[in-house]
């Protein structure tokens, strides 16, 4: 049995769990455990209406023209080719993980030009953990910070090749001990990759709708007990306290797209979002213009989003 066989667990508690024995690669082990949240289910209390706002979401998505994550996600990439023959899904999972861990801070475009041409040289851990970084490095500009990146895909193409026989993990905890890979990479891999509904993908997108949404408490307490900014952690710990399973997969894509055509992070197009239109959101209109009732949106600091 290799290291991916290994059962999957929703919950990361311990990364160290999944953690290499190998002696031959230790630089991943001494990467700090990601902090994720377990969803506090006795309180949870689905917000109002949810039900009706995400069919709404839903219909404008199939109703509307398709965004760039429907053509060039991360998950789409791996669905290009066949798998080989005896691969059992590894070629394809691999993609999609190197795919993800690309995609931080990287527009979809970017990213996906970038996995085709590293697709083109031969996208396995075996090409990967032997190339050059510099000449992989040149592949993947300009996708954001590509020179760590670079690193961080040739060090795990060697963790994958001496300890997963060339397959990724199959645990949270064990894909977040690769270097450069966070929660929701590892969420968007199991997700995809495994196909195994294991927690919800949150980016900024997830994170910012779901707050304008009012899908996630208002504030939330830091360890002090005091009010702390929200991450998208506790993004994703509220939504999956309420959401049901079900819809842990699709609502990436489906709130992804939706941030990229309507609900855009600067100046969200109100005028035109049903959800402004049938009274169903609490934001409409106070960060964009449009609706000639409502008061210009007050000059405040541009707030630039950073994933991990
Ligand atoms: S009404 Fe505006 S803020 Fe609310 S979901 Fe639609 S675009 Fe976003």
Redesign the pocket.
């Known amino acids: 049995m290799t290291r991916a066989d290994a059962p999957a667990s929703s919950r990361v508690r311990a990364v160290d769990d999944d953690a290499p024995t190998s002696s031959a690669t230790p630089t991943h082990r001494r990467r700090s455990k990601p902090a994720t949240i377990e969803p506090d289910r006795s309180s949870a209390r689905a917000p109002d209406g949810w039900e009706k706002t995400l069919e709404t ?1 839903k219909r404008w998505r199939a109703e509307g023209p398709p965004a760039a994550v429907d053509t060039m996600g991360c998950e789409k990439i791996a669905s290009l080719d066949g798998d080989p023959v005896g691969d059992d899904g590894k070629y394809r999972r691999y993609l999609t993980l190197t795919s993800a861990m690309l995609s931080s801070q990287t527009r979809d475009e970017i990213n996906h030009a970038a996995m085709m041409r590293l697709r083109a040289r031969g996208c396995t851990p075996e090409r990967v953990a032997a190339m050059e970084e510099d000449a992989l490095d040149a592949l993947l500009n300009p996708v954001g910070f590509h020179r760590r990146k670079a690193g961080y895909l040739r060090e795990t193409a060697k963790i994958l090749l001496e300890e997963y026989d060339g397959d990724i993990p199959r645990s949270v905890e064990g894909l977040c001990a690769l270097p450069g890979v966070g929660p929701k990479m590892a969420y968007l891999v199991m997700n995809v990759g495994w196909k195994t509904p294991t927690g919800i993908c949150v980016d900024v997108h997830v994170h910012r ?1 779901s707050e ?2 009012g899908w996630v408490p208002e504030s939330v307490l830091g360890k002090n007990g005091s009010p702390k900014k929200k991450t998208p952690e506790d993004t994703r710990a509220a939504l999956e306290s309420w959401l049901p399973r079900e819809e842990w997969i699709e609502i990436n894509p489906l709130l992804v797209g ?2 990229q055509l ?3 992070p600067l100046r ?3 005028a ?5 239109a049938d009274g169903s ?8 213009t449009g609706n000639p009732k409502s008061p210009k949106p007050t000059k405040k600091r541009v707030k630039v989003e950073v994933e991990e």
């Open positions: 979401i709708i304008r949404l939706f941030g309507t609900c855009t969200p197009k109100c035109e979002c049903p959800l402004a959101c609490p934001s409409a209109f106070k960060e964009s």
